[in-house]
């Protein structure tokens, strides 16, 4: 029968003959077998990116902070320096982006790491859980013991105001912070940390001026540092140098180029900024003529130096060879334990050289961190841990050798331990959720407390500190629920709200807009502000990338209405439809804003009421123009709050802040130079 099938003589075969037949009859089974419905095995989880922009407590982006995702086991916060799997450093507008993670969520940390502020870090998975990726700001708190000020105030050469001045404030060799002078020329710089700082202040039409030697010593009233600048009219702008540096670093021994070298950049004697080399090199532009100086560096080598004189819109390429220090394979192996010797865990360490931070980690569950490939000479130690003194210690570290040391922290004396936060439980009409699981930690890990909500859909919990918290909240029939907040030090009561969605709510919310953005000229225009709204309520909002591409994620099906705004063009607003999960592709052009449409003359008048129409008093006011602070006051005893001189077209977001009652943030779009007034009502 079977030769019947095959309709050949199996006699006529050869040995190879019946071998081949069987493989093509082997194959042709298991081709039939497969079944495009029953996947051979599991998928693997897609690489995805995250990315946002790094803030503080006022708003204002944080430049040169040291983003990192660490990879864990079981979701527990145990962290070693050779298990950190992605590195990013936030650019001069806080931005930070994480490409192709891959893994589970759950087992990765995100940790943030910057001299001035206080120690960060949270599970990635419970931190993007429902955010959009794509636009996942981090917000971030100040040290408390950087309380210094510095006030600017910033006149032209007739000694009148100069409002929308740009104010970058530098140490040494690192850009701190950035913000625009008011209707006033004011700005002022809330906690600063102590040491030296010089500043560079510019607005277009005016030459750029710098000032050095800014020292900021401490946090009395009397330590404040008050500066008057003046700038002079026609001057250069520095958008209009068009030359370019491209700086390769190599490694002198192999000629291998070297990623996240650290490149600074010296105009005239004076610091101009730095950057990080990536694949190699790192490419400086919008240029001016004039003589430049190179230094690069790079961990466990000798800095390289190049000197160059760059004409007028010439572009110029430099190669540094880099050797190694056969002096930093150092290792400091660090214990902190408190007063009763119990071993500290989470504690950050700290290495600075010079004002510059080497390095940094947090203690293990055993109080240790071992900071390694450390090179010959002196060096600050400074740790730091919420509840506990903050110190700092001197080593001089020898040739290649290991230094024991072991210190002891205290605890804080001047956190109370009286602070108390209520968790509010809704669902998305709103309406109070009783017998909800409500689960505190103290940072992302350490247990707090558990609590049911009441018929209130309430909880509290009290004798809190200050620091981090995180929080849980579950119930039957709903999706988990979670949120994370800061008790600073005058916090004493904070309200935390969490929705609750059923299971099931969340069909058809899975719709995409990827948008591009180009000028006129059909060139790309980064940092474009592009919102989505339905029936007037904000949806979700994001920047542009340097390509002029943004992507909006996790809308439902419906109308929408789109607007992308960006400071100096006309507003572009339209109407988007968008399916059942359907990803609409759309690209739009802006153009500039003539010189007789814009003005520095708008302004906005803001009055603050309680849902019983009384006038609020004192409340703070906060004014951001692109993810910077413009403006802050306070109402009077009337309610009301004025802001003269502001910059028009322009989207500003405006933050109401009162102790008691719920934040309100809002948007004030001017079109044209006019007044806009506002009447807000705040919750308690």
Not at 7 to 29: N, P, Q, R, Y
Not at 169 to 182: F, G, P, S, V
Not at 453 to 476: H, I, Q
Not at 563 to 584: F, H, N, P
Request: glycine share 8%.
């Amino acid at each position: 029968m079977f030769n019947n099938i095959i309709g050949v003589s199996m006699k006529t075969l050869s040995k190879k003959g019946i071998m081949a037949l069987l493989f093509v009859i082997l194959f042709g089974a298991l081709i039939n077998s497969c079944d495009d419905s029953k996947p051979l095995g599991p998928d693997l989880p897609k690489p995805t990116s995250v990315k946002g922009v790094l803030q503080n407590e006022y708003g204002e982006a944080i430049p040169n902070a040291t983003m990192e995702i660490i990879k864990t086991s079981n979701a527990k916060v145990s962290i070693q320096e050779n298990k950190v799997i992605l590195v990013d450093t936030t650019d001069e507008n806080g931005n930070y982006e994480f490409k192709q993670i891959s893994g589970n969520f759950a087992n990765l940390i995100l940790r943030v790491q910057h001299p001035d502020l206080k120690p960060f870090q949270i599970n990635l998975a419970k931190f993007v859980k429902g955010k959009d990726k794509g636009n996942a700001n981090v917000d971030v708190q100040c040290k408390d013991d950087c309380c210094g000020k510095i006030v600017f105030k910033v006149l032209g050469g007739d000694s009148t105001s100069v409002s929308g001045a740009i104010i970058k404030i530098y140490q040494r060799n690192t850009y701190k912070r950035k913000a625009l002078t008011d209707k006033d020329g004011m700005h002022t710089f809330e906690k600063v940390c102590e040491g030296t700082y010089w500043a560079r202040i510019f607005k277009k039409g005016y030459k750029v001026q710098n000032v050095s030697d800014i020292k900021v010593k401490g946090c009395d009233e009397k330590d404040k540092v008050e500066l008057t600048v003046f700038l002079k009219k026609e001057g250069a702008d520095i958008k209009k140098c068009k030359g370019s540096i491209k700086v390769i670093v190599k490694d002198k021994e192999t000629g291998k180029t070297l990623n996240k070298a650290m490149v600074k950049l010296f105009h005239n004697g004076r610091y101009y900024g730095k950057d990080y080399t990536n694949r190699g090199y790192v490419n400086f532009t919008d240029m001016c003529e004039g003589g430049y100086k190179i230094v690069a560096g790079y961990k466990g080598y000798n800095n390289g130096e190049a000197n160059i004189t760059l004409k007028k819109n010439e572009n110029k390429e430099v190669t540094i060879e880099l050797e190694k220090n056969k002096c930093c394979e150092g290792k400091m192996d660090i214990q902190v334990i408190d007063e009763n010797k119990k071993p500290l865990q989470y504690v950050l360490v700290q290495l600075m050289q010079n004002q510059d931070k080497i390095m940094q980690g947090f203690t293990d569950k055993n109080g240790k961190i071992l900071l390694s490939n450390i090179c010959k000479g002196k060096y600050y130690v400074y740790f730091e841990k919420t509840g506990y003194e903050a110190f700092k210690i001197t080593k001089e570290m020898p040739c290649n050798e290991t230094l024991q040391i072991v210190e002891t922290m205290n605890k804080s004396k001047a956190d109370s331990g009286n602070k108390q936060v209520t968790i509010y439980v809704r669902d998305k009409n709103k309406k109070a959720i009783e017998g909800a699981k409500v689960e505190l930690f103290v940072g992302n890990q350490t247990p707090r407390g558990k609590a049911s909500t009441g018929a209130k859909g309430s909880v509290s919990f009290s004798n809190l500190r200050e620091g981090s918290y995180f929080v849980v909240v579950s119930k039957d029939g709903y999706t988990k629920g979670r949120n994370s907040f800061y008790l600073s030090s005058n916090d004493k009561q904070k309200d935390v709200f969490i929705t609750l969605q059923k299971n099931g709510e969340d069909k058809c919310h899975k719709g995409v807009i990827e948008i591009e953005v180009t000028d006129r000229d059909g060139k790309s225009l980064p940092y474009v502000v592009a919102s989505i709204f339905k029936d007037d309520e904000l949806i979700n909002a994001s920047k542009t990338n340097k390509n002029g591409f943004v992507t909006l994620y996790k809308l439902y099906k419906g109308a929408y209405q789109l607007k992308l705004s960006k400071t100096g063009y006309k507003e572009v607003v339209s109407k988007v439809q968008i399916g059942c999960d359907q990803t609409l592709k759309i690209k739009k052009q802006m153009r500039k804003l003539t010189d007789k449409d814009s003005c520095f003359t708008a302004s906005m008048k803001i009055l603050v009421k309680d849902k019983n129409k009384n006038s609020i008093a004192n409340a703070r006011i906060f004014v951001f123009l692109d993810g910077t602070m413009y403006a802050k006051g306070v109402t009077n005893k009337g309610g009301y709050w004025l802001q003269e001189s502001l910059q028009s077209p322009a989207k500003y977001i405006v933050k109401i802040v009162k102790q008691g009652y719920k934040d309100a943030r809002f948007e004030m779009v001017y079109d044209k130079c006019k007044k806009l007034y506002k009447t807000v009502v705040i919750k308690k």
